[in-house]
């Protein structure tokens, strides 16, 4: 059976999740992952949902994830950010990635949004090979900033 894209649904949260940990594992940080089910529930189907995915499926099992959210830009207005883009191992190198990056690009262009961001580490050479297939363009020159909720509650502590 060829493979298909979709829509994530609640019902595929569970792989959805699995999903996510294995890319957390293969970028060695899976202990940093602290999302629950609970909260992917919450944060994406309730009736303000923070983010979207879409899934890869190959004989009615999720096989990659696409998961993203829209970002505003104060110079440039709606993006899509491609938070996690992820295929199973053993399905690389079959085109799926490229057909789910593809329905990605299509969702961005059907909302019109004005292009999509997303992340990559720089030791991940099959990651940006496959990027730069799109001629995006991969940048060394912006630094990423983060503050976890430990940090925001030591600023905000009285």
Known sequence: MESIIREG???DLPAALKLIKELAHYEDA???????LEDLEKDGFDNHPCYWFLVAENNNKIIGLSFYWIRYSTWKGKFL???DFII???HRRCGIGSKL????AKICKELELNGMFWQVLDWNTPAIDFYQKYNADISA???NGKL???QINEICSD
């Open 9 to 11: 649904e609640r019902k």
């Open 30 to 36: 899976l202990d940093e992952v602290t999302i629950t």
């Open 81 to 83: 950010f491609l938070e």
């Open 88 to 90: 199973k191992e053993e």
């Open 101 to 104: 990056f593809q329905a990605t």
């Open 141 to 143: 020159a912006w630094l």
């Open 148 to 150: 976890t909720k430990k």
